[in-house]
């Protein structure tokens, strides 16, 4: 992904966040007793970067697929892999596998969460030039994601309280876009996995997506996007109420970072289905405002904590046990 930066949204954005934030600083809701367990999903983390990096047409990639393929299968849900030829931006043929897992649950409504869960492979980032062709571990930035799905699934099978059934999709080929190093320009290059998904899905079964990305660094913030607030206000107020409910009203932070070109785009405009981006935002990190691992080689477990997992899980459990 990438941040586009649209001042006049963001501006807009700005203004829409600030009139609300009293409003859910002042709604009351019932506290969800269920724990999201961050050390299980820390584990998750690792064993994702246990294979290496996971980057497209990968023997590491591969083996990732099959093992998120069985964990969630292991929790009760019913899983597809949509597999697909998509060409990179270089002509690069990339073997794409969205892993799209379907609640047993017949509830309504239904609840999608997204997350992908490929690794750049370039640290095109990287203060260092000497690591710009490296691939990436993408601890954050990827594995992080996927780890607080599995979590949130795996906690769902323990409590069937859940008023709603949550669906998941780990979207594939979302890091392929155009390096930094490349003269090449292509703003349609990233998020290649989830453009095909939602090209191709013609359902009406989800009220509303969250996708996860970068929910694991180390001092992460989240900031209302810009993107979400256009496509889907009212459910960033929802989540951003569910965080102050759940005790992380600090880290959802009342205030507009980036507008960014990620996979909740696709599913907005191709699949017609409104989803927000929780996505980490480091308004005073000079290397990036995705942070200072974004996008080299220190994207790995060293740099990845546990209060920030437990931040977006619990926020998730709390908005999803009281829907």
Known sequence: MYNKLLGGLALL???CSCGTAKKSQ????????????????YTFCAAQCSFGPRTMNSEAHEKCAQWIVEKFQQYGYKVEQ?????????????????????SPLEKSPRILLCAHWDSRPWADNDPD?????????????????????LEVARTIQQNDSIPVAVDFICFDAEDW?????????????WALG????????TGKDYQYGILLDMVGGQGAKFYREGFSMQYARGIVEKVWQAAGAAGYGSLFVNDTGGSITDDHIPVNEKANIPCIDIISYYPDCQQSSFGPTWHTVSDDMQHIDKNT???????????LFTE
């Open 194 to 201: 989830s453009q095909y998904w939602a090209a191709n899905y």
């Open 129 to 149: 030039s000497a690591n710009w062709h490296k691939p990436v571990m993408a601890a954050n930035d990827g594995a992080s994601g996927v780890a607080v799905m």
């Open 26 to 41: 002042n709604s009351e809701q019932r506290v969800v007793k269920i724990e999201f367990n961050a050390d299980s999903a």
């Open 177 to 189: 876009g155009v390096p930094q190093w490349s003269d090449e320009v292509d703003g349609d290059s």
């Open 309 to 319: 997992l437990q931040a977006v899980g619990q926020t998730l459990i709390q908005l």
């Open 13 to 15: 954005a700005l203004v």
């Open 82 to 102: 949509q597999k697909a030829d998509l060409k990179g931006y270089d002509g690069t043929l990339l073997k794409s596998t969205n892993i799209i897992a379907r």
